[in-house]
């Protein structure tokens, strides 16, 4: 069974720094593209970042020139380094990632997964 484990949210003032990661764990045969999203409160998730297994990167406007999307596909990690936060940034922060637990699996396309998700507060 697949995995999403997060790690890194927590409180930072405004102006400031946090890195989050998350590690995919189980069967897995490939992965293709991971990322992260976000869900501030009575708002709508959205994407916040997503990097191709090949390494090719994408950025919500919002972040772009902040946040920095990494992965390391040895571990199966996929990390956002994010600086200069903003009040705005406060959010509960999901990974997901789109996982081939087979080769069968990676002939269909693959899997979504979700991470629980790990909050992120940025205090004014």
């Known amino acids: 069974q697949v995995q999403l484990v997060e790690s890194g949210g927590g409180l930072v003032q405004a102006g400031g720094s946090l890195r989050l990661s998350c590690a995919a764990s189980?069967?897995?045969?490939?992965?293709?593209?991971m990322g992260w999203y976000r869900q501030a409160p009575g708002k709508q998730r959205e994407l916040v970042a997503n990097i191709l297994s090949g390494g090719t990167t994408s950025y919500a406007d919002s972040v772009k020139g902040r946040f920095t999307i990494s992965r390391d596909n040895a571990k199966n990690t996929v990390y956002l380094q994010m600086d200069s936060l903003k009040p705005e940034d406060t959010a509960v922060y999901y990974c997901?990632?789109?996982?081939?637990?087979?080769?069968?699996?990676?002939?269909?396309?693959?899997?979504?997964?979700w991470g629980e998700g790990t909050l992120v507060t940025v205090s004014s």
């Open positions: 997901n990632a789109v996982i081939s637990p087979t080769f069968q699996d990676w002939r269909a396309g693959g899997m979504d997964y």
């Open positions: 189980g069967q897995i045969f490939a992965i293709n593209a």
